[in-house]
């Protein structure tokens, strides 16, 4: 029997320590430059590792997170991934994952109506789903180009590439978003990509554009599960008519990467044009990838543990956070905001363009990113961290505007 494949419970209890102790552990040693001829042992390894994985990672769950759309992960998902790993379920083969497969179907079903769609697949990102759905689209649908506003997320013009079809831009608005009344001419050899959730300021593309070509997608990577949100979920109004939506739970379901999924609504003729069945399958392939885990397992914990109202609970006060942000720097004159928020990201910066190095190396490290929306740099903040505190960011936001003002220039004459 080789212990090294079976639950050693001193080495999990450890693992479990310093997992919890978070990134306080001790001092960093560092890693060999070369493969160790012999090995360590686990215990030895883990001691090692952890003040490098956990030690050194960005902590995204802190009370100063509000830069990227990562998010934490709640901990009933580490669990799963811990089961999952241990069993390293196929879910190409049925005979490898029985269960698994069961569940992806399950919680697919569970989400798909959010969105008007019949049902999917889950797939390690948007990336991939974004793929999937033009993949299904130039099948089904004979569509021999793509249009995507400028905002559109890059995986679009990869998946375009990857397929061979023509990709297009749309002028979009000064926020990023497309601007319905560019949209003309005959769409029916068209995939229309409209974006749910902009990557760099969230916002919507004008949704009630689904249907109007030969095909519609809807990359909702961002914004998507905001379809659970009472309070929120018209927002994405018009989605429903579209051909495909790509959604990722390793944003806004607060999942573990990789999680993400494509639904169809006609999901029968999507997944078979997109099927493959080798000789030694006993079910078809549905999809781009081969071998795969079971990602929705801990989809499925989050769903049963929190159901639909506590996931949308939870993205509700991100909201709020952004929102909260927005109404401040609406409110200060030294500060201009690009608009109000839609999904949760804010764009702004001070008014004085040239203040903006100084500014953002006075913020706190990882509160903030950067980005440029047409053609115009901004400051990013993604609501993604249901544990971010607003409040002490907006102080030191107010430190860091105070802390990099100019001193007023020197007379040149007396
Ligand atoms: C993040 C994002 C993607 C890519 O998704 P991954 O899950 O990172 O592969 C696609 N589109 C938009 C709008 C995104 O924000």
């Given amino acids: 029997m080789d212990r090294s494949f079976s639950a050693e419970a001193e080495g999990l209890q450890l693992a479990l320590d310093l997992l919890r102790a978070g990134p306080g552990q001790g001092q960093a040693t560092a890693l060999p430059e070369r493969m160790p001829e012999s090995g360590l042992g686990e215990i030895q390894t883990l001691a090692m590792l952890a003040p490098i994985v956990l030690g050194q990672a960005a902590p995204l769950g802190a009370a100063t997170a509000f830069a990227h759309m990562d998010p934490p992960t709640p901990w009933v998902t580490w669990a799963l991934t811990l089961w999952n790993a241990s069993l390293n379920q196929n879910l190409l083969h049925p005979a490898t994952a029985p269960v698994a497969r069961n569940i992806e179907q399950l919680v697919i079903g569970w989400l798909a109506p959010y969105f008007g769609m019949q049902g999917g697949h889950m797939t390690p990102g948007c990336t991939v789903a974004n793929l999937t759905a033009l993949w299904a689209a130039r099948e089904n649908a004979g569509v021999t180009e793509v249009i995507a506003s400028e905002g559109a997320h890059l995986s679009i013009a990869k998946a375009a590439h990857l397929l061979g079809l023509r990709y297009r831009t749309l002028a979009s608005d000064r926020t990023g978003a497309m601007i319905a009344e560019a949209l003309e001419g005959d769409l029916s050899r068209t995939v229309l990509v409209l974006t749910a959730g902009t990557t760099s300021g969230g916002r919507l593309d004008p949704l ?89 397992t801990p989809l499925l914990a989050t769903l049963l543990a929190w159901g639909g109202t506590g996931v949308a609970s939870r993205i509700d006060r991100c909201m709020e956070m952004a929102e909260r942000l927005a109404e401040f720097v609406a409110q200060d004159a030294d500060l201009e905001l690009l608009a109000r928020p839609e999904t949760g990201v804010v764009n702004w910066r001070p008014r004085v363009v040239e203040r903006m190095d100084e500014f953002y190396g006075r913020l706190p490290e990882g509160s903030t990113s950067r980005t440029v929306i047409a053609e115009e ?38």
């Fill in 377 to 414: 740099p901004w400051f990013r903040n993604v609501a993604a961290n249901p544990n971010f505190n607003v409040e002490a960011f907006l102080v030191q936001l107010r430190g860091a505007n105070v802390a990099s003002r100019r001193p007023s220039p020197a007379p040149l004459l007396r």
């Fill in 208 to 296: 009630t554009l689904a249907g109007r070509a030969g095909w519609t997608h809807i990359d909702a990577a961002w914004a998507g599960p905001l379809r659970l949100s009472a309070r929120h979920g018209d927002r994405l109004a018009g989605l429903e008519r579209a051909d495909s939506v790509a959604v990722s739970a390793h944003k806004w379901l607060f999942q573990p990467k990789e999680s993400a999924f494509v639904l169809f609504r006609d999901v029968a003729s999507a997944h078979a044009a997109v099927s493959f069945g080798g000789a030694y399958l006993a079910t078809p392939n549905i999809g781009v990838l081969g071998s795969h885990g079971a990602a929705a």
